[in-house]
């Protein structure tokens, strides 16, 4: 009998993470016979790595500094490329998550293998073959093409904003919470699920978990379990095809913020907050889980965990609550399943100290 359920799916084939791997580029260049590569880059980070990847590439480049992101930007660069320049050998995205979603657009427009050089590592877009943007004030997600090549040069990852780091480690810890949503939808919806997925998903968030009271991303060996953790999360993603086995009830609750303009917190900061409160939900309806050493591991590692740290008081969070009902419904997690009212939600802020 042939084995005709087995599963096709691509996966990178280069990827490092280490301090000093931006050096590789190089390598790149040589093993995959690039010889017109589109590199975009932001305004800053092409200072601190876009210009030394050019350099590195050794072949003819053509460099676009992204400032916005939008499909209209990344459409712009298409017909810019189509218009003359040639056809690239290679999209390289040099920087944070706008420039790499706008990249991971191009790329797979125009065909071309795209290689990820994320400057930070603020969620799992750094690998996943999705791309984020904002169009009139409203958060959308589109699937493209997963990087071919990942290039993670811890030295400048460290060097990036605190404040995202602690926004990476809330995206990534979100992950246990997020598949035990999906767990719900296997039990109660008779989903699809694949346990290696969900293994990649929450392994390393769990590691992260119990090693957080000596997590300090100063430290290549902390910053490596993070950087590790998001790329097996785009990972996850990428072989399960769809954002399901990371994106459940409190991914809901902080796309519900970004449709209503709430609050100031990033995407990880958002969704740790989520955690908390979701991780809080199963707790109470199935006794599984421990929303105390969620919220305990982000105080440790300094990212917020009150509503108030990020602008928001609890009318906006009980506002928002309600409103992550209406996001992709479809998408079956403990909000579907408990339909909680809002006296559930306000319980629920207060017992975790998440809003007075
Ligand atoms: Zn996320």
């Not at 767990?183 to 392994?203: C, F, P």
């Not at 953790?229 to 609750?253: C, D, E, Q, T, W």
Request: charged share 25%; proline share 3%; glycine share 8%.
């Amino acid at each position: 009998m042939m084995f005709k359920h087995l599963k096709q799916i691509s996966l990178p084939v280069d990827v490092r993470v280490y301090r000093g791997a931006i050096e590789h580029v190089k390598k790149i260049a040589r093993k995959y016979d690039i010889n017109f590569a589109v590199l975009l880059t932001g305004a800053k980070t092409d200072k601190v790595a876009g210009r030394k990847v050019q350099k590195l590439m050794e072949c003819r480049t053509k460099k676009f500094i992204v400032r916005n992101a939008s499909r209209q930007v990344a459409k712009k660069i298409e017909e810019e490329i189509g218009a003359g320049l040639g056809d690239a050998d290679a999209v390289i995205g040099v920087g944070g998550g706008k420039v790499l979603d706008v990249a991971k657009v191009v790329a797979f427009h125009s065909n071309a293998p795209l290689i990820s050089i994320p400057t930070n590592a603020a969620h799992d877009g750094i690998a996943s073959p999705l791309a984020s943007f904002k169009e009139r004030g409203k958060p959308i997600s589109i699937k493209v093409g997963s990087p071919v090549s990942i290039i993670a040069d811890l030295e400048i990852i460290k060097d990036s904003p605190v404040r995202l780091l602690r926004s990476g480690y809330g995206d990534l810890i979100s992950n246990v919470v997020e598949v035990k949503d999906w767990m719900l939808g296997v039990e109660k919806r008779d989903e699809d699920y694949d346990e290696i997925v969900a293994s990649i998903s929450t392994m390393p968030a769990m590691l992260l978990l119990k090693s957080s009271r000596e997590l300090n991303f100063q430290n290549t060996s902390s910053l490596r379990l993070l950087v590790r953790g998001l790329i097996l999360s785009g990972l996850a993603i990428n072989m399960y095809g769809s954002s399901r086995p990371v994106s459940g009830s409190a991914h809901k609750f902080s796309h519900a913020l970004d449709y209503l303009g709430y609050g100031d917190g990033t995407h990880g900061e958002q969704v740790g907050i989520g955690t908390i409160i979701m991780e809080y939900m199963h707790q109470q309806c199935y006794g599984e889980g421990d929303w105390e050493i969620l919220k305990n591991s982000l105080e440790k590692i300094l990212a917020p965990t009150t509503a108030k740290e990020i602008n928001l008081n609890k009318k906006m969070m009980l506002e928002a609550l309600m409103y992550s009902k209406t996001i992709r419904p479809h998408r079956y997690t403990i909000i579907e399943d408990q339909d909680p009212q809002k006296k559930d939600f306000e319980i629920c802020l207060e017992k975790t100290g998440v809003a007075k």
